[in-house]
């Protein structure tokens, strides 16, 4: 059974800082593994969506890579903002389902 | 596209009333996946469809649990009765195919009292 586990569970940085978010999964057999970002009361938003056969993605100050044998990926986040407060959840892509984990709170202080 | 849309945003029910959730996905989008969120189990995934048909709805918690898809615009999620225990965020989600990105509505906040 696919496990994902996101370290850590909390995060405060002074804005500007650059920041690494990480996640790990159980099972490296997977098809692609996605990072959202969930604002408080509100639904989830998709950051990147890496492929099992890709190594990174990025978007702007966003950078996903993907090491699928070691069973890691890290969401780099450069330059960071206090738009950037939000909870980060990656999700892995082993089946047919999406496995998530519990998500990093971040804060971004001004 | 207006996105994924949810209804209700917020309901307050008692205990052993029956709970209808709502979900309109994007249109085009084949693949509709229910999700419920809490604190202590994260985001879970309690079934999903394709073109319409239930393919996994192995995450359903129990037979009080039940969804249904009748056309490629609507999916409800149905609770009776309702307890407690079923109090969190019910999300929606749609994709073009089961591997594409999913959009996700607003969610729905349920508390059973």
């Known amino acids: 059974k696919q496990e994902v586990t996101q370290i850590p569970a909390a995060l405060s940085v002074p804005e500007g800082e650059n920041l690494v978010l990480n996640c790990s999964f159980t099972?490296?057999?997977?098809?692609?593994l996605q990072w959202f970002r969930q604002d408080p009361g509100k639904g989830l938003t998709s950051l990147l969506l890496?492929?099992?056969?890709?190594r990174e993605q990025t978007s702007g100050r966003l950078n996903a890579s993907l090491d699928k044998s070691s069973g890691r990926s890290t969401l780099y986040i450069a330059a960071s903002q206090p738009g950037d407060s939000a909870t980060y959840l990656c999700?892995?892509?082993?089946?047919?389902?999406?496995?998530f984990g519990k998500g990093t709170k971040l804060t971004v202080n001004p | 596209d207006a996105g994924v849309i949810q209804s209700p945003r917020h309901e307050v029910t008692e205990m052993g009333q029956e709970v209808t959730l709502r979900c309109k996905p994007i249109s085009g989008h084949n693949s509709l996946f229910w999700y419920r969120q809490t604190m202590m189990r994260g985001l879970e995934l309690l079934i999903y469809?394709?073109?319409?048909?239930?393919?996994?709805d192995s995450g359903m918690p129990e037979d009080r649990f039940s969804a249904k898809m009748p056309n490629a615009s609507f999916s409800t999620l149905k609770i009776q009765p309702s307890e407690p225990r079923d109090s969190a965020v019910y999300f929606c989600a749609s994709s073009s195919g089961t591997g594409e990105t999913q959009y996700f509505g607003p969610g729905t906040r349920l508390l059973v009292l």
């Open positions: 890496i492929q099992s056969s890709q």
């Open positions: 469809f394709n073109n319409n048909v239930p393919i996994d």
């Open positions: 099972d490296s057999a997977i098809y692609n």
């Open positions: 999700a892995v892509r082993s089946s047919e389902k999406l496995v």
